[in-house]
């Protein structure tokens, strides 16, 4: 089963307002990282928060993590229609020694409309 | 330094046929791990490769096989394809730090027929 399964599946707001998507996961992670992905391409690293840290901000991104709850949330501020685009949450689950893998969700599919 | 390059970009094969995509990591990056993405899985993770030595594999049949190279690039082979396996298959590179923080590929688009 997907461990980062995110909430909404989908997301359609107006140029200037907020997003906010939120991640669930299911085990213990060593950190979670959130990524986007324009239509049909790869995928674009966005910014990583590690288990030991609450909050973490960049440019118009703010991520929370709360490892009690195994959840996660991306906080997009004064969206624009360049924000539109699917984002994916992905934590780092460990699987031996120091090994680990991400292990995406289906992600949350934003529409920006200007 | 370049980024993560996949080729082909696009491809069209029918039902038994097979396909071997090829992924160049960026230069200095030496695990390699391919996922196949589709609107109804999501992202799938199906193996990492580090010095010409599979890491890790997921859930998919024996037809999906990989292997990598001692300049690190890789290349990912499915036999006996079915009409499931078209999708989009994405590439990603890392630097095997505690981070794990992947680059990825612009993906090869596989249709079967």
């Known amino acids: 089963s997907q461990q980062g399964e995110e909430d909404p599946q989908a997301l359609s707001i107006q140029e200037g307002e907020n997003a906010t998507m939120n991640c669930s996961y299911k085990?213990?992670?060593?950190?979670l990282q959130w990524y986007r992905q324009n239509s049909g391409r790869g995928l674009v690293h966005l910014i990583l928060i590690r288990s030991n840290e609450r909050e973490k901000h960049s440019g118009r991104l703010r991520v929370t993590l709360d490892t009690s709850k195994k959840s996660s949330s991306l906080l997009i501020t004064a969206s624009r229609a360049a924000d539109t685009a699917s984002y994916f949450c992905?934590?780092?689950?460990?699987?031996?020694?120091?090994?680990?893998?991400?292990?995406f969700g289906k992600g949350t599919k934003l529409s920006v409309k200007p | 330094k370049a980024g993560v390059t996949q080729t082909p970009r696009y491809l069209i094969k029918t039902r038994g046929q097979q396909v071997t995509l090829s992924c160049s990591p960026i230069?200095?990056?030496?695990?390699v791990s391919w996922y196949q993405q589709t609107p109804g899985q999501g992202l799938q993770f199906l193996f990492e490769y580090f010095s010409e030595t599979q890491r890790n594999k997921g859930n998919f049949p024996g037809r999906f096989s990989g292997r990598q190279f001692s300049n690190s690039r890789s290349e990912m082979n499915v036999s006996t394809l079915e009409l499931g396996d078209s999708a989009l298959y994405l590439c990603?590179?890392?630097?095997?730090?505690?981070?794990?923080?992947?680059?990825f590929g612009p993906g090869t688009r596989l249709t079967v027929l």
């Open positions: 992905a934590p780092l689950i460990y699987y031996g020694g120091s090994q680990g893998n991400l292990i």
């Open positions: 085990t213990s992670i060593n950190n």
């Open positions: 990603a590179s890392r630097l095997l730090d505690r981070d794990n923080e992947q680059f």
């Open positions: 230069s200095g990056h030496r695990s």
